[in-house]
């Protein structure tokens, strides 16, 4: 019987199935791709800590996040350019597959173009199939579900899924004009939360938004502002969609089962980002799975020490950017002209200059709630 299957080769599953074949535990990896990195929709943005912190390779880097540049409705800007690198944009295509890689050389085995659509616990192992009469079960000790979100197979483990998702709408695109990453603000643009242009290479951009209905319309529409249209070369944009969670699942384990990554709500609910997080957590994962495996025992109360150790790690966090998020959500666009305006005063650049971090919002955020004039804004005021 394998020691542990985690079901999805993405960044937190391969960085799961890595650290717990290092430790000597049998590891499979089930993909329902040709390989990992296909039919991914991701920005791709990793903060430079991350690479850092992880020992992340820089070889799928594509170009590196020198500054911010945001757009009000009404054309205001607010450039935040800090003077060096505050993340690297990567090929997600060469990123999964160089971490497939880093888990194959320690040992962990990969099996592609299987699907995993069911899960079976019971006392003694689990049983993973790809349909209801599949002859050949895959038995393990232990499952990480890694899948990234809108699976179903944690509820077929009695565990919830997040309650609140939004849409990434993204393409690729050939584009003028590119320097900093821009993100574009205003009802007209992105109603919900805010739309980006991510240059890749000098010539070509990922460009989207986030919307909570009806994300296509909105994305069609962004394409034809008059600050992207003019920009564009690219004659018929292929667009992805995808769903995000906006906030973690409730429980991330039950006996021999772990949640990481998307599929757990381990994303950044300011920007959504879930890279880094998941990473992170799926760490935190195969600790507890390597402890599960020392005392012979992957029941919920030994594998309860990921639940606490991921939600101390993030969770601060996560409700730092629901409440900038809830704010956020309710200013027109006449609060949010004067937001972007109140980003260009010296005490407040001095502010974001000496507390802002990538990946870390919660200090920056729970400081700047405190100013007169955001406090004013929540009340509805336009200072």
Request: aromatic share 6%.
């Amino acid at each position: 019987m394998i020691d542990v299957v985690v079901i999805g080769a993405g960044p937190s599953g391969n960085t799961c199935a890595a650290l717990t074949a290092q430790a000597g535990l049998s590891t499979l990896v089930l993909e329902e791709h040709d390989d990992a990195g296909l039919h991914v929709n991701c920005t791709g943005i990793i903060g430079v800590e991350a690479f850092k912190r992880l020992n992340l390779p820089t070889e799928p880097i594509l170009s590196s996040l020198q500054g911010i540049r945001f757009l009000s409705p009404a054309g205001k800007t607010f450039r935040y350019h800090p003077g060096e690198p505050l993340a690297h944009i990567v090929s997600r295509r060469h990123f999964d597959r160089t971490l497939r890689e880093w888990a194959e050389a320690r040992g962990a085995e990969f099996r592609f173009g299987y699907h995993a659509r069911l899960i079976q616990v019971d006392a003694d192992a689990v049983e993973i199939r790809r349909q209801e009469e599949d002859p050949e079960p895959i038995r393990a000790r232990a499952v990480v579900i890694a899948t990234g979100f809108g699976t179903n197979l944690p509820a077929q483990a009695g565990l919830e899924g997040p309650r609140q998702i939004t849409y990434g709408a993204q393409a690729v695109v050939e584009m003028d004009g590119l320097d900093d990453v821009e993100i574009h603000l205003g009802r007209e643009v992105a109603p919900d939360a805010f739309a980006w242009v991510v240059p890749l290479d000098g010539q070509r951009a990922r460009v989207g938004l986030m919307a909570h209905k009806n994300p296509a319309h909105h994305f069609w529409k962004l394409l034809s502002n008059p600050n992207i249209l003019p920009r564009i070369r690219t004659r018929e944009p292929k667009m992805l969609l995808s769903p995000i969670p906006m906030q973690p699942i409730r429980e991330s384990v039950t006996d021999r089962v772990v949640v990481v990554g998307e599929a757990a709500g381990q994303v950044k609910t300011t920007t959504q980002g879930g890279i880094y997080y998941g990473m992170l957590c799926a760490g935190l994962a195969a600790e507890a799975l390597v402890e599960g495996a020392r005392q012979g025992d992957f029941r919920a109360r030994t594998l309860q020490r990921y639940e606490k150790s991921w939600r101390r790690a993030i969770e601060p966090e996560l409700k730092a950017g629901l409440s900038l998020r809830d704010l956020f959500s309710g200013l027109s666009d006449q609060q949010i002209d004067a937001l972007v305006a109140l980003g260009s005063r010296d005490d407040i650049l001095s502010l974001v200059r000496r507390l802002a971090q990538f990946d870390w919002h919660r200090e920056l955020i729970q400081t700047s709630l405190r100013l007169p004039e955001l406090k004013q804004l929540a009340k509805g005021g336009l200072w």
